[in-house]
């Protein structure tokens, strides 16, 4: 008895959390005029539902996988006593906790998330939980040019591990990662997974039932992708990158999501779906463009719209957020209970914003830290994450004459020292370009860097 109570996690605390009302509390930020990262929130009265989540069902296994899944990319982070960045596992728990309790079952980790944290806190987290209770998504995550990694017995101790951090002896869902990503498509593909039999012991782990789903991730070149649709190997499921914006506009690395979901379908191999917000990006519009959902829908944030679009093809399985805070997580359990599918009105207003968009600036990061760390130091998601938020909110001024240049200009530098500290800014890479392979979206981040420094100093000349 006492082993089990270690084990799983106190029955007191998890009705508290599965019965609890929590108002939801969606934050949008904004980059304010005084340099400080303005907080508006926005408070639905309703009670975040326990019973209403929209299912999936897999049309190979019959599980019922909750439309919203939980990425484990982004954990909230903490600094220990010695100083050092770790996750923070109290915090973990609630979140899992409480997404558990409202109905979401469907976990989505990787050795690489994280800085290589993910799998062990997620699994501490889920490893409270009877096993019934959730599914768990990992991957072959090789992508290394280390060719111990890429090896066979490399990849194999990858494997295991995963199942030992994760504390479970199987995997609901196993992923080949990131397929089709670098400059040489189908030769990476055979070397990281053909060349050394990891896709002859992966399908026989899935024969075995220490694998249940068998499938692979996409970013990048379309051969791969449909070279593995024609492979005649059956595909459990496979993840794809699916927002409004990337329907028929995907950059980098990427492809329409219209042709890939179209083809998953025709193969009828179930949609996992990330980034559904682009990284955050469809969650911080600008003032047109909210204009033109509001006017339908006045309630509703960006991110509701976001989900509700990536979440209505029918051969969608799950949509993943990662998400870092309580509230964005509420937010988004209320949407999927249950879903209620974009009509012919909504979509062509999203194909509206869409275009807006795209005639922006703005740099296509979504901060998935594969780039970090930064041998020099650099906080490369943090910067670009200011430079868009301060081009969304209007404070990226391209002219000293502009009406509102002194107001914007004192926003984005006051805020980009705020955001940044000093020593991680822009002017510090030195183009080793060690983090462009890294990139699922095929940004050029010391030509990025460059661009932003230049625009920093011209802004401190021009004062």
């Given at each position: 008895?006492e082993?089990n109570?270690k084990?799983?996690?106190n ?8 019965g609890?009302?929590v108002?939801?509390t969606?934050?949008?930020?904004a ?8 907080e508006?929130r926005i ?29 484990c990319m ?5 600094t220990?006593?010695?100083g ?12 899992i ?8 079952n469907?976990?989505?980790?990787s ?5 290589g ?17 959730y ?6 995550s090789n ?12 990849s194999?101790?990858?494997y ?10 199987y ?21 990281r ?9 992966l ?5 075995a ?8 991730s ?7 992708f449909d070279h593995?649709l024609?492979?005649g190997?059956k ?15 995907a ?8 042709y ?6 025709r193969h009828?191999?179930p ?5 559904p917000l ?9 003032q ?7 006017q339908i ?10 989900f509700?679009y ?7 399985l ?9 509230e ?5 359990i209320?949407?999927?209970s249950?879903?209620e599918?974009?009509n ?6 999203l194909e509206e ?11 296509p ?5 594969y ?8 906080n ?14 209007g ?8 009406e509102n ?6 926003a ?16 510090h890479?030195i183009?080793?370009n ?22 920093v100093?011209?802004?401190k000349?021009?004062?």
């Amino acid at each position: 008895m006492e082993e089990n109570n270690k084990k799983h996690m106190n029955r007191r605390k998890f009705l508290k959390v599965f019965g609890t009302g929590v108002a939801a509390t969606t934050a949008l930020y904004a980059c304010g005029p005084n340099g400080k990262q303005n907080e508006e929130r926005i408070y639905n009265k309703t009670d975040v539902p326990t019973d209403k989540m929209t299912y999936r069902t897999n049309p190979h296994t019959g599980d019922k996988v909750s439309l919203l899944g939980y990425g484990c990319m982004r954990w909230p982070l903490k600094t220990n006593a010695a100083g050092e960045e770790e996750v923070d596992q109290d915090a973990v728990n609630d979140l899992i906790d409480y997404a558990i309790a409202h109905g979401v079952n469907y976990f989505d980790t990787s050795p690489r998330y994280v800085r290589g944290m993910s799998e062990k806190v997620t699994g501490i987290a889920l490893s409270r939980h009877p096993r019934d209770k959730y599914f768990i998504a990992t991957k072959m995550s090789n992508q290394s040019e280390d060719p111990y990694l890429r090896s066979r017995e490399g990849s194999i101790a990858m494997y295991r591990k995963s199942m030992e951090d994760l504390q479970v002896n199987y995997f609901d869902y196993y992923l080949l990662h990131s397929i089709g990503g670098g400059d040489d498509g189908i030769e990476t593909y055979n070397n990281r997974f053909i060349d050394n039999g990891i896709l002859d012991f992966l399908l026989k782990e899935r024969e075995a039932g220490r694998i249940r789903n068998l499938g692979w991730s996409f970013h990048g070149d379309i051969k791969v992708f449909d070279h593995l649709l024609a492979s005649g190997v059956k595909w459990d499921f496979a993840m794809i990158q699916l927002n409004y914006v990337d329907w028929k506009n995907a950059s980098g690395f990427n492809f329409n999501a219209e042709y890939l979901y179209g083809e998953l379908t025709r193969h009828n191999v179930p949609a996992v779906v990330m980034e559904p917000l682009l990284g955050g990006r469809l969650s911080r519009l600008n003032q047109h463009s909210l204009s033109i959902l509001k006017q339908i829908r006045p309630e509703d944030s960006p991110a509701n719209w976001a989900f509700r679009y990536a979440g209505s093809p029918e051969n969608v399985l799950t949509v993943l957020s990662g998400m870092t805070y309580m509230e964005h997580l509420q937010e988004n359990i209320r949407t999927y209970s249950p879903l209620e599918r974009l009509n012919d009105r909504e979509y062509k207003a999203l194909e509206e914003v869409t275009e807006l968009m795209l005639r922006s600036d703005y740099v296509p990061c979504t901060e998935c830290q594969y780039c970090m760390p930064c041998p020099y130091g650099i906080n490369i998601p943090s910067i670009f994450s200011h430079y868009n938020r301060c081009l969304t909110e209007g404070n990226v001024p391209k002219d000293s004459q502009d009406e509102n240049y002194r107001k914007s200009r004192r926003a984005f530098l006051i805020g980009y020292d705020r955001s940044v500290p000093k020593l991680r800014q822009a002017d510090h890479c030195i183009h080793c370009n060690q983090c462009i392979p890294d990139c699922p979206q095929r940004i050029n981040i010391p030509q990025q860097m460059d661009k932003i420094n230049k625009y920093v100093e011209q802004l401190k000349i021009n004062g």
